[in-house]
């Protein structure tokens, strides 16, 4: 019965990290036009293009946020924050490798 039950945790974890990560795709979509999907498979220059243009981005939201601008979105500098991340390497996969198993 134990196994079940790890098993049906282990499961409701996946679903959550699956929802966080497309929530996250869309987001970035939707804010900034990058595609993370694709950012992720990119390599060499357009890998560093994308990371520049991330941390021209995400610099133009912090001072949004220190001038107390009406615009600045938190919500936007934290999907740009965790996209850098996960371009650098520093983050989480872009793509579950065992997203939903049922």
């Not at 938190?74 to 996209?83: D, E, P, S, T, V």
């Amino acid at each position: 019965m134990r196994s079940l039950n790890e098993q049906a945790q282990a499961f409701g974890q996946q679903k959550r990290q699956h929802a966080r990560h497309a929530g996250q795709l869309a987001a970035l979509q939707i804010l900034c036009g990058i595609d993370l999907g694709e950012a992720s498979v990119s390599e060499g220059a357009a890998r560093t293009k994308l990371l520049d243009r991330i941390e021209r981005l995400l610099e133009r939201e912090r001072l949004r946020g220190l001038r107390r601008h009406w615009n600045y979105d938190l919500n936007r500098h934290i999907a740009l924050k965790q996209a850098r991340d996960q371009l650098r390497g520093n983050g989480k996969p872009t793509s579950p490798s065992h997203a939903l198993v049922v």
